[in-house]
């Protein structure tokens, strides 16, 4: 009996999760926009008229391999080195990681804690040391770096063309020194690469806000007059949505260009994007309900008093109106970036097209229906040559066989998806085609077919980490590669 009432429900629920796909596409239909515009456009800074005072900092654990040659790239920039000031929180540190930071001028503080672990937690213990040894407040603004990153010598230049124009946060163009080490490596390059021209050159030239992406990037002193409170396992992910609920643009650099080192290892990988699928979640549940109501609000629920305007500004009718639709559809960018729409669309389908379709096979039986069935062109191509079609009486046979049928059609549209999203690494590998060092074809060819496992671990892990506690691990770094090796090829 329920089960006939489940089956007979089908076609309605059928319809209702179509009219639910449809208004996800709807509102993710900006993502085109953002697509066009990162073909053609991106921000552009003029020389600044003043140069400020930074402070550089640097969370490092065992970093003994890397540390250096950062150190060595950031002396190399072109910016008065009066105005620099580089600080090292050695994590934990095993290794002489602390001893290579001081040899190479920096300021370095030893930190030693076994419960809290995060990258997170060191950037908080080395604010709290800047404010007892300098006041934070003492520089302008503070950039951030991972130990294994390399900086081109204008990059702090650059950056400070973005800042001196009035921008507070501001994020730069990643590349990857270890590009064709492996497969794995590649799959990474190509995302940063993606991010770029799919997010962060277009909300640059709409003065919205991008997302930070862990490291190579620059903030104001406000951000941090109270100290530093991100300390998740994805510290970036909540310091781009805090900030974006206080109004804050956060905009990107194209000109400003760093170089990190990508994971070569499957199990490494692995282990840093469940941390990434973990923080992404906790990110969506501390800061979505804010972003949410800023959608409707404004900033009525500001939990902070980070952001001044201008009084001027503030008392401009016009400059008012544009400002709240910036900040409420900034606020609507990053909601949708946060919120875990893989895990929603699984659920949509093991409920609709799995349990409730079942049911109404078991109910009503197989007609005729078409296995290789699905949206994509691999289908689509499929249907054309071949015509599988199945027939199954009412009963548990074609219950077994409807969700044989529905996991099929799945696997199917995942494959030809997989194609698809083929296409996306060969735009990258074009349109960047200057950035990228020189590559055999033959590796582009493969860097092309494995691409697509980068978002499908993504999504997989996504799925792993609701149910899993997971803990911070460090991310070995062994590249040997300098901003010389870099420039040279």
């Known amino acids: 009996m329920i089960l006939n009432i489940i089956g007979e429900s089908y076609n309605m629920f059928k319809g209702i999760n179509n009219v639910i796909g449809s208004i996800l596409s709807i509102m993710l239909i900006y993502k085109t926009v953002y697509f066009v515009i990162g073909i053609f456009f991106t921000r552009k800074f003029k020389p600044a008229k003043n140069k400020h005072k930074y402070a550089i900092v640097i969370a490092a654990r065992n970093e003994e391999n890397v540390i250096g040659n950062l150190l060595d790239s950031i002396k190399r920039q072109d910016y008065p080195t009066e105005l620099l000031k580089v600080f090292v929180v050695a994590d934990n540190c095993t290794d002489n990681t602390a001893k290579i930071a001081r040899k190479n001028g920096a300021v370095c503080y030893e930190r030693f804690d076994d419960e809290h672990k995060t990258k997170g937690y060191a950037l908080q213990y080395l604010f709290e040391k800047i404010e007892e040894d300098y006041g934070r407040m003492s520089f302008d603004g503070y950039f951030v770096f991972d130990a294994d990153n390399l900086l081109q010598s204008d990059y702090i230049s650059r950056m400070n063309d973005a800042f001196d124009s009035g921008e507070k946060i501001i994020t730069s163009y990643r590349n990857?020194?270890?590009?064709?080490?492996?497969?794995?490596?590649?799959?990474?390059?190509?995302?940063?690469?993606?991010?770029?021209?799919?997010?962060?050159?277009?909300?640059?030239?709409l003065r919205l806000a991008t997302n930070i992406q862990g490291t190579g990037f620059l903030f104001s002193n406000e951000i941090v007059k109270d100290g530093w409170d991100y300390t998740s396992l994805t510290e970036d992910r909540a310091l781009t949505a805090d900030a974006v609920a206080q109004g804050y643009q956060i905009t990107y650099n194209d000109a400003a260009m760093f170089y990190d080192e990508q994971p070569i290892s499957l199990r490494i990988a692995l282990r840093q994007r469940l941390r990434w699928s973990k923080g992404h979640l906790l990110a969506f549940k501390e800061s979505g309900p804010y972003l949410f109501l800023n959608i409707f609000f404004g900033k009525m629920f500001i939990r902070k008093d980070w952001n001044k305007k201008d009084k001027k500004q503030s008392k401009n009718y016009f400059y008012s109106i544009i400002e709240s639709i910036r900040h409420r559809f900034a606020s609507y960018d990053t909601l949708i970036q946060l919120t875990p729409l893989v895990v929603f669309n699984l659920a949509r389908w093991l409920l609709v097209s799995v349990v409730i379709y079942c049911f109404y096979c078991y109910d009503n039986g197989i007609n005729s229906i078409n296995i290789l069935g699905?949206?994509?062109?691999?289908?689509?191509?499929?249907?054309?040559?071949?015509?599988?079609?199945?027939?199954?009486?009412?009963?548990?046979?074609?219950?077994?066989?409807?969700?044989?049928?529905?996991?099929?059609?799945?696997?199917?549209?995942?494959?030809?998806?997989?194609?698809?999203?083929?296409?996306?690494?060969?735009?990258?590998?074009?349109?960047?085609?200057k950035n990228i060092k020189k590559i055999p074809f033959r590796k582009?060819?493969?860097?092309?077919?494995?691409?697509?496992?980068?978002?499908?671990?993504?999504?997989?892990?996504?799925?792993?980490?609701?149910?899993?506690?997971?803990?911070?691990?460090?991310?070995?770094?062994?590249?040997?590669?300098?901003?010389?090796?870099?420039?040279?090829?």
Do not use: C, Q
């Open 374 to 433: 699905g949206g994509t062109y691999l289908s689509k191509t499929l249907n054309m040559i071949f015509d599988f079609k199945i027939t199954t009486n009412p009963g548990i046979s074609a219950l077994l066989m409807g969700i044989f049928v529905s996991v099929l059609m799945r696997i199917i549209y995942r494959i030809g998806m997989y194609f698809e999203n083929m296409l996306m690494a060969i735009y990258v590998f074009v349109i960047e085609r």
């Open 444 to 489: 582009k060819v493969l860097y092309t077919f494995t691409w697509p496992i980068f978002d499908i671990i993504g999504r997989y892990t996504t799925y792993a980490a609701l149910f899993m506690n997971v803990t911070w691990k460090p991310i070995p770094h062994d590249s040997k590669i300098t901003i010389e090796d870099i420039n040279k090829n």
């Open 176 to 205: 990857t020194k270890n590009f064709d080490e492996n497969w794995i490596a590649s799959t990474y390059a190509l995302h940063w690469l993606r991010s770029i021209r799919t997010n962060h050159r277009a909300r640059s030239v």
